[in-house]
T-cell receptor
Framework: DTAVSQTPKYLVTQMGNDKSIKCEQN?????MYWYKQDSKKFLKIMFS???????INETVPNRFSPKSPDKAHLNLHINSLELGDSAVYFC?????????????FGPGTRLLVL | DAKTTQPPSMDCAEGRAANLPCNHS???????VYWYRQIHSQGPQYIIH???NNETNEMASLIITEDRKSSTLILPHATLRDTAVYYC??????????FGKGTRLHILP
């Protein structure tokens, strides 16, 4: 009974392609996030959505476009993939957008751009 | 930038208590201390958080010094499954989680 799920788990693609990663949470949370973990294992926030509205965009290239069709889903679409986009992408959610809310992370999507 | 400083790695014998230190000398009065961990190839997992008082849950205990400039995460009886990278995080003013490099904890059999 997965709380935060992501698909696909692995994604291997060529440079220049467009791809999407899907995220779903069944916790009834209002807020969802995308994080990127690079090869050096640094984990950085990319986006945050609260009730389907964008509240954080951490100077991510506009090739990355998050889409939240409803509160339970936050998908990440990436255009014109580059080698540097290779990383593990984690989706997360929290109950509300408040200071002390804990975040629950998905298992990650391992993206390799060739 | 992360607002915390942690040792890059630590070893602990299985069955013993693992004590992971964290310095956060610039913490503000309304900022919480959070601990997450990331087991290899998995997403980060919430462990515990606190403001001023010491906290305990089924996973760990959190000891925060009186001046709040440092804290210690205690895993009371470490097992091999506790091998992971442990992140100490101070929530920033705009509520982002900023992960630092963390401490890589090795539990030795």
């Amino acid at each position: 009974d997965t709380a935060v799920s992501q698909t696909p788990k692995y994604l291997v693609t060529q440079m220049g392609n467009d791809k999407s990663i899907k995220c779903e949470q069944n916790l009834g949370h209002d807020t969802m996030y995308w994080y990127k973990q690079d090869s050096k294992k640094f984990l950085k926030i990319m986006f945050s959505y609260n009730n389907k509205e964008l509240i954080i965009n951490e100077t991510v290239p506009n090739r990355f476009s998050p889409k939240s069709p409803d509160k339970a889903h936050l998908n990440l679409h990436i255009n014109s993939l580059e080698l540097g986009d290779s990383a593990v992408y984690f989706c997360a959610s929290s109950q509300v957008w408040t200071h002390q809310e804990t975040q629950y992370f998905g298992p990650g999507t391992r993206l390799l751009v060739l | 930038d992360a607002k915390t400083t942690q040792p890059p790695s630590m070893d602990c014998a299985e069955g013993r208590a693992a004590n992971l230190p964290c310095n956060h000398s610039t913490i503000s009065g309304n900022e919480y201390v959070y601990w997450y961990r990331q087991i290899h190839s998995q997403g980060p997992q919430y462990i515990i958080h606190g403001l001023k008082n010491n906290e305990t849950n089924e996973m760990a205990s959190l000891i925060i010094t009186e001046d709040r400039k440092s804290s210690t995460l205690i895993l009371p009886h470490a097992t091999l499954r506790d091998t992971a990278v442990y992140y100490c995080i101070v929530r920033s003013r705009d509520d982002k989680i900023i992960f630092g490099k963390g401490t890589r904890l090795h539990i030795l059999p």
